[in-house]
C-alpha cells in the first residue's frame, strides 16, 4: 500500500516492567544452557505483575503525550494481542480505550499471533487515509506470559511481557510512511507452531521451524519487503536500517540472509537483547526503541505471525 509520506508516526512508547527473569538464573536454574541463550542473543526476559490492558494503558499515556494527542480525539484504536488479557477482559480493546478516556473511538482488537501488531499498524494506517473524518489513531499491543504452563525461556523464540503504542496522525512529522505491504500463507497453519503453543502439556523442547516452514516464512518477508519497496518507489540500497522482530538470532539470521532482498541483510539493526519476544508487539517496539531515520533515510520495518502473515513497513525521517 503505498502512502507517500501522508502519514507520521507522532509518538511512540514501550512500556516494560522492572522486574526480569535473566539468562543468568534460566541457567542456574538448568532451565536452558548457557549455549542456548547466549546463542539466541537474549540476556533477559522482563516480568510483568500488571495484567496487559493496564500496561498497554501506561504505553499509550507516553505515545499521546509525546504526540501532543489526547485520547477524546482519537477515532480509532487498535489493540493487538497473543496471549490471555486478564481476568473479566473479554473486549480488550473497549478495556483500553475505557480506561484511557478515548471515549469517541472505534475499538478494534486484532488476534494476528506475532504479527499482530503490525497488522494494526495498517488498519490504522488504511483508517487514516480513508476515513476523512478521523485526525488520529492509536495502536497498542500488550502481553503477559506469567500464566504459561511452562517455563518461558523454554519457548521458541523467549517470550517477555511488555506493552507498546504508536499514534498516528495527519502530515508532517519526524518519521512518515511511505509504504506498508502485507502477504499471507495460510498453508502454512499447521507448519509452525505444529501444536497449541500455550496448551498445558505442550512439548517445550525449544524445536525450530521445519524447513518447509522457514522457507515459507522467507517467501513471506521477502514478497512483503519486494511489495513495500516497489509502493514506496525505492530500492533495496535506499534503505538505509532493517528492523527485524525480536525473534532471537537464529530465526533473525535466517530471515536477514535467505528473505531479505539483497543489499539488506548487511543492514540490519539487533533487537530484543533485554525483552525477548514481546508477543504482538515487536514491530511497534521497535519504532519506539530505535531512532527515527535521518532526513531523507529510510528504515524497513519486518514482522512475521503464525498463521502465516508477513508485514514490511518503510518510513522516512524528515526535518519536520
Known amino acids: 500500500m503505498k502512502v507517500a509520506g501522508a502519514i507520521t508516526i507522532a509518538g511512540t512508547a514501550l512500556w516494560l516492567p522492572e522486574k526480569v527473569y535473566s539468562a543468568a538464573e534460566a541457567q542456574e536454574a538448568a532451565v536452558v544452557t548457557k549455549a542456548d541463550s547466549e546463542g539466541e542473543g537474549i540476556s533477559a526476559l522482563p516480568i510483568a505483575d500488571l ?3 493496564g500496561m498497554a494503558c501506561l504505553a499509550a499515556t507516553e505515545a499521546l503525550t509525546k504526540a501532543r494527542v489526547v485520547a ?3 477515532a480509532l484504536l487498535v489493540h493487538a494481542w497473543v496471549y490471555h488479557q486478564g481476568p473479566q477482559t ?3 480493546p473497549h478495556r483500553v480505550a475505557r480506561e ?5 473511538c472505534v475499538a478494534l482488537g486484532v488476534r494476528q499471533m506475532s504479527n499482530g501488531g503490525a497488522m494494526a499498524v495498517q488498519m490504522a494506517v488504511t483508517h487514516l487515509l480513508t476515513e476523512r473524518r478521523a485526525e488520529a489513531a492509536l495502536v497498542t499491543t500488550a502481553d503477559s506470559f506469567a500464566g504459561l504452563p511452562y517455563d518461558r525461556w523454554l519457548s521458541a523464540p523467549p517470550l517477555g511481557d511488555g506493552a507498546t503504542a504508536v499514534v498516528f496522525t495527519r502530515g508532517p512529522g519526524p518519521q512518515v510512511i511511505e509504504s506498508i505491504a502485507s502477504v499471507g500463507d495460510p498453508e502454512l497453519e499447521l507448519a509452525y507452531p505444529t501444536s497449541d503453543p500455550f496448551e498445558a502439556g505442550t512439548d517445550r523442547t525449544r524445536t525450530p521451524p521445519t524447513r518447509t516452514a522457514l522457507r515459507g516464512f522467507s517467501r513471506g518477508v521477502r514478497r512483503a519487503a519486494e511489495e513495500a519497496l516497489e509502493d514506496a518507489g525505492l530500492r533495496p540500497s535506499d534503505i538505509s536500517s532493517v528492523l527485524l522482530p525480536r525473534l532471537g538470532r537464529t530465526l533473525v539470521t535466517h530471515l536477514a540472509g535467505r528473505a531479505l532482498p539483497d543489499d539488506l541483510a548487511a543492514k540490519v539493526v539487533l533487537t530484543g537483547r533485554n525483552t525477548g519476544h514481546l508477543g504482538a508487539g515487536d514491530l511497534p517496539a521497535n519504532l519506539a526503541e530505535h531512532p527515527a531515520p535521518a532526513d ?7 514482522s512475521v505471525g503464525a498463521g502465516f502473515t508477513a508485514t514490511c513497513l518503510i518510513t522516512r525521517g524528515t526535518r519536520s
Do not use: I, N, Q, R
Open 72 to 74: 477524546k480525539d482519537l
Open 100 to 104: 484511557l478516556g478515548a471515549s469517541d
Open 51 to 53: 495484567f496487559p490492558p
Open 90 to 92: 473479554w473486549t480488550p
Open 296 to 302: 531523507g533515510e529510510h528504515h524497513l520495518h519486518v
